[in-house]
């Protein structure tokens, strides 16, 4: 396990609980190297099919894909949402502030967080609302159904009218001591509204703002409570009936939406959340050691080694592939019966910063130094 440097650092305020940030709690040390690169002889073909440069991101970046294209926002407040298939923008707006967290879209209204904690509503590019929030907040907003869902760090939920920035509704759980300074989970199954919070997801009814269900994703243990820290971090992952998720330097599991249970637990320590689909769940351990889970049941089908300590990002399941990039912007395809390595390609030498997503079989990853790459595996 990496070495344990706690920090109270970050926000602190009188009616908030301490904030942790993820890389104070655990930092690599001197000792574990990273990986180097292995040699691999591609078994299937794959390239850079357009980039793009932004400013570089400073935050818990979200990227939205649809179906055709996808939304970005950079550090200084540039938001787009780019064509899929060539890069080009089909409406971009420029806030000319920091953010502190964004982006979520539908593709029509997007909402961003500014740094002065202004929630901004836009619709396809033009400012419709600005609404100053009294807690911070980290994790990208949810766009549904005309609404604008936020997750704070204190783990209230609130909900606005996406056109007019009404009020509609804010949920908050019990104070806990400590809360991580990482991006949430939130997100959506059929009529219901998903959101982490603490080690539990909770499924709310959009309309009203109450709990129909909740399920827990790990179980804290620890004899302090930074040890016991255990928030659900984004992505999540939807399949069929299930969603999946991990709870921080704890635990992967699976929760049957409909029923509102747990379906598997699997205890495994890691900070990024997870990739899958209906077949297998993938995830990074502390250590960057890869594995992949049967979304059925939770047995292991493989473990995948080749990146230890390259500081991965959450992964993504796209068709035969796990893909993943690591700290030197390098984005690795797998095999995802196998994990063996299939294709390596490049990007501009940063981190890459968000877990990269796909439009239709355009995959876009994003860099620490703004760089956009659309990757096409064949």
Avoid at 274 to 300: H, P
Wanted: net charge positive.
């Amino acid at each position: 396990m990496k070495s344990l440097q706690v920090l109270r650092r970050g926000l602190l305020l009188a009616t908030l609980p301490a904030l942790l940030s993820a890389c104070s709690l655990f930092s690599n040390s001197k000792d574990a190297k990273p990986a180097p690169l292995e040699a691999v002889t591609p078994s299937i073909a794959g390239k850079v099919v357009w980039q793009q440069r932004m400013d570089g991101v400073r935050f818990g970046l979200n990227v939205v894909a649809l179906p055709d294209s996808f939304v970005v926002a950079d550090g200084d407040g540039t938001v787009q949402r780019l064509k899929a298939a060539d890069g080009s923008a089909v409406w971009r707006a420029n806030l000319k502030e920091k953010l502190a967290a964004g982006v979520g879209s539908d593709g029509r209204y997007a909402a961003v967080v500014t740094r002065d904690n202004d929630l901004v509503s836009l619709d396809e590019g033009k400012t419709l609302w600005r609404k100053p929030l009294s807690v911070p907040i980290l994790t990208a907003p949810l766009v549904a159904g005309e609404r604008i869902f936020v997750l704070t760090v204190d783990r209230a939920v609130l909900a606005f009218d996406a056109i007019d920035g009404r009020k509609l509704f804010e949920l908050r759980r019990p104070g806990d001591p400590l809360t991580l300074l990482q991006p949430g989970a939130i997100g959506s199954y059929k009529d219901t509204l998903v959101v982490g919070q603490g080690s539990r997801l909770a499924g709310v009814d959009p309309l009203r703002g109450t709990v129909r269900w909740e399920a827990s994703v790990a179980n804290p243990r620890g004899t302090n409570e930074v040890e016991r820290l255990a928030d659900v971090v984004g992505p999540l992952v939807r399949t069929g009936e299930l969603l999946c998720a991990r709870g921080f330097q704890s635990a992967v599991s699976c929760i049957n939406a409909e029923r509102g249970s747990t379906t598997w637990t699997r205890n495994v320590g890691g900070v990024m959340g997870v990739g899958g689909d209906a077949q297998v769940i993938v995830g990074a351990d502390a250590s960057d050691r890869l594995t992949a889970w049967r979304t059925s049941n939770g047995d292991v089908l493989w473990n995948a080694e080749q990146f230890l300590n390259r500081k991965l990002s959450a992964p993504l399941v796209l068709g035969q592939s796990v893909v993943v990039g690591d700290f030197e912007g390098q984005v690795h395809f797998l095999n995802r019966e196998t994990g063996k390595t299939q294709l390596r390609l490049p990007t501009d030498g940063s981190a890459i910063v968000a877990a990269p997503v796909a439009a239709g079989n355009t995959v876009l990853v994003v860099t620490r130094n703004g760089g956009l790459f659309a990757l096409r595996p064949q």
